[in-house]
């Protein structure tokens, strides 16, 4: 059954979806699609302490509630990540919920849902299966007033927004919208005019580009004599970074970033060029030019099918071809003419 609440009541809204980086992201659009149809609506979100600055983006938040299980699980038996947890308990208890909505589908984001407290005829929400090669747990179906059954292919944006419309009973029928802050940094190593960049770096090997691609892309994307930005996260990383930026005209090794210097960077470029990782769909959810790379993981799970100005290339055991890329970046120059 829908939630009843009229649109002109106030909500208090809980939304829990602790991580990772992109799924955050992927989670954004809930928000809007919520203050669209509850203008007046209280959302608090849970989020794993890593992903706090991003979610302080979304304006529209009215708090957030830190989550450290990672951390955590390391000193459970000291005092201070005991203190820790109990403040944590103690935050997420503060408030009577309307509506608990939790979209990652696990044991341990279903706890903290158990855990919330809600409203006189408030009710917790949650998925009732996982899409194809998600780690959802059935298990987490016992917290769950509502279970929301998705399809298999269900889009990772499209999911959250699915179980906040079927607890609320609205429709889903306008694009994806992020609502993202922009940032105002301007770090010392920042271009001054117009760069690209290469998101490279990833978790999976199967899911990174041959370093003879990226080294080819660079040689076609000369014309426009723009810098390109190569960031990194670890040691390795860096060290494949390094021995691209031999090969490319204008490359720039980047100094380690902090997380809100990847979001400005992606940000304010004029082209993103990335494999299928959080900082490639931090730029498309900012709507920059943006191409994504899928080498190893299905496309239709995170490909950005907002916005004209994102091409998605590549699939599931296919990665794209840099003539591929090359007639995107066209495409993309052609719509910013």
């Not at 149809?37 to 979610?55: F, G, K, R, T």
């Not at 306008?174 to 005019?193: C, I, V």
């Not at 892309?217 to 426009?224: E, F, S």
């Not at 709507?287 to 099918?305: A, M, Q, R, V």
Request: charged share 25%.
């Amino acid at each position: 059954m829908p939630f009843c609440r009229t649109k002109q009541a106030t909500m208090k809204i809980l939304l829990i979806r602790v991580s990772s980086l992109g799924d955050v992201l992927h989670n954004m659009p809930m928000v809007d699609d919520l203050k669209t149809h509850y203008p007046d609506a209280q959302i608090d979100w849970v989020v794993e302490e890593a992903y706090v600055n991003l979610v302080r983006l979304q304006p529209k938040i009215n708090k957030i509630i830190p989550y450290a299980l990672r951390r955590w699980r390391k000193t459970w038996r000291d005092k201070a990540t005991r203190d820790e947890f109990k403040s944590f308990y103690r935050e997420l208890r503060k408030e009577a919920y309307d509506l608990v909505l939790e979209t990652q589908g696990l044991f341990k984001t279903g706890l903290i849902m158990g855990l919330a407290r809600t409203a006189p005829n408030g009710k917790k929400v949650g998925l009732a299966n996982g899409t194809e090669g998600s780690g959802y747990e059935g298990i987490s179906r016992i917290f769950h007033n509502q279970s929301v059954t998705v399809d298999r292919h269900t889009h990772a944006v499209l999911r959250g927004r699915l179980v906040a419309a079927t607890a609320c009973g609205y429709a889903v029928n306008t694009p994806a919208s992020f609502g993202l802050d922009k940032l105002n940094l301007n770090p010392e190593w920042m271009p001054q005019g117009h760069y690209i960049v290469f998101f490279h770096g990833t978790a999976g090997a199967s899911k990174k580009w041959a370093r003879s691609n990226w080294i080819s892309t660079a040689r076609d994307l000369q014309i426009k004599d723009w810098p390109i930005l190569l960031p990194w996260g670890n040691a390795e990383e860096k060290q494949e970074a390094e021995a691209m930026a031999e090969h490319m005209h204008q490359a720039i090794v980047l100094p380690k970033l902090t997380m809100q210097e990847a979001i400005v960077l992606a940000q304010r470029a004029a082209l993103v060029i990335g494999v299928d990782t959080g900082l490639t769909h931090i730029a498309a959810a900012y709507e920059t030019p943006t191409i994504e790379l899928y080498c190893d993981s299905p496309k239709w799970k995170t490909e950005g099918n907002w916005s004209p100005k994102i091409i998605n290339l590549g699939d599931q055991g296919k990665p794209p071809s840099v003539a591929e890329v090359e007639i995107a970046f066209e495409t993309l120059l052609r719509m910013q003419e």
